[in-house]
């Protein structure tokens, strides 16, 4: 079974960018959609962007459309997520996870395997 571990949190000024890494140990991992997810104080984890199985198909929250794109690269079984124009409320605990699908319109969706997260700080 897929394992997997993200990097690249930390703290930033408003408006700074962050490039977060999910990475997959284990067998398969091009067959497997994949998401990013956060999850701030007191608030519940929402689905903030997701790539299906051939790049082909991406999604992003309202939210953050326009400011973090998502890349994957299946020779070194890694997932990224480019954050950029970082605000306050983008503060969360950032986590990664294997999904069923990735609806373009409606996000990820069927979670399975999670990373530990990695937290994202956004402050002045």
């Known amino acids: 079974q897929v394992q997997l571990v993200e990097s690249g949190g930390g703290l930033v000024h408003p408006g700074g960018s962050l490039r977060l890494s999910c990475v997959a140990a284990g067998p398969s991992f091009d067959y497997y959609s994949i998401g990013w997810f956060r999850q701030a104080p007191g608030k519940e984890r929402e689905g903030v962007s997701c790539?299906?199985?051939?790049?082909?198909?991406?999604y992003y929250t309202d939210s953050v459309t326009g400011r973090f794109t998502i890349s994957r690269d299946d020779t070194k079984n890694t997932v990224d997520l480019q954050m950029s124009n970082l605000q306050p409320e983008d503060t969360a605990v950032y986590y990664c996870?294997?999904?069923?699908?990735?609806?373009?319109?409606?996000?990820?969706?069927?979670?399975?395997?999670w990373g530990s997260g990695t937290q994202v700080t956004v402050s002045s």
């Open positions: 790539i299906g199985i051939t790049r082909g198909s991406t």
């Open positions: 996870a294997t999904v069923d699908y990735c609806n373009p319109e409606y996000g990820p969706g069927g979670t399975h395997t």
